[in-house]
Nanobody, 125 residues
Framework: QLQLVESGGGLVQPGGSLRLSCVGS????????MGWFRQAPGKEREEVSC????????NYADSVKGRFTISRDNTKNTVALQMNSLKFEDTAVYYC??????????????????WGQGTQVTVSS
């Protein structure tokens, strides 16, 4: 069974940090561009960041550029999202996703094929 499982969400104060992790099981992430998406209440799901299959290219939404860092470890079949300087507007459910396409400037070239179940990130004082 192909699965992506996220962890690391939680409650954090503005200005704080969180690190999200995603592990794949049942398939090898090496062949996929990986991304993190988020969906806030009442809003559409948006792509936050993606990383190429080799890890040598990354892309970020303007809203998180300079604050978030995506990384991957293909030897461990994992992808991570380091989130620093968190703001109220970062509150959302965050999803890990795998795409058979590429990560390029502007985001994933092809929509994700596999999704994680999501992890809640709440930024509140």
């Amino acid at each position: 069974q192909l699965q992506l499982v996220e962890s690391g969400g939680g409650l954090v104060q503005p200005g704080g940090s969180l690190r999200l992790s995603c592990v794949g099981s049942g398939f090898t992430l090496n062949y996929y561009a990986m991304g993190w998406f988020r969906q806030a209440p009442g809003k559409e799901r948006e792509e936050v960041s993606c990383i190429s299959s080799s890890g040598d290219f990354t892309n970020y939404a303007d809203s998180v550029k300079g604050r978030f860092t995506i990384s991957r470890d293909n030897t461990k079949n994992t992808v991570a999202l380091q989130m620093n300087s968190l703001k109220f507007e970062d509150t959302a459910v965050y999803y890990c996703a795998a795409s058979p396409g590429r990560c390029r400037t502007g985001g994933m070239s092809t929509g994700p094929r596999n999704w994680g179940q999501g992890t809640q990130v709440t930024v509140s004082s």
